[in-house]
């Protein structure tokens, strides 16, 4: 209970990662109030998405299209940022013809 209203929190754990799914953005703050209390946040990776504005979980990419129920993650930016750091980003793929005989 906060505030006299029955409150919700989903939460999940990879780690030293946590994402925090909250009824009311009053019940998100109280969390994040209650955790900051006893361990260290760190302030800059403390992000907020929502539907509206989606972000990154775990370097995953999240969206959700509501209209069409697709809630959908990919890892684009940082698989491009890898192929970027080792100078692999304009290499095309190689084809490799398997001859097989009976």
Known sequence: MLNGRQEELLLGLYVDDLLIGSSS??????????????FPVNPKSTGIISFESPGLVLSMR?????????LQFDQRGSIQALAAKYNVADLRPKVHAHHFSS
């Open 25 to 38: 953005e009053e019940a998100r703050l109280w969390f994040m109030h209650q955790l900051e209390s006893r």
């Open 62 to 70: 999240v969206r959700y299209d509501r209209d069409r129920g697709i």
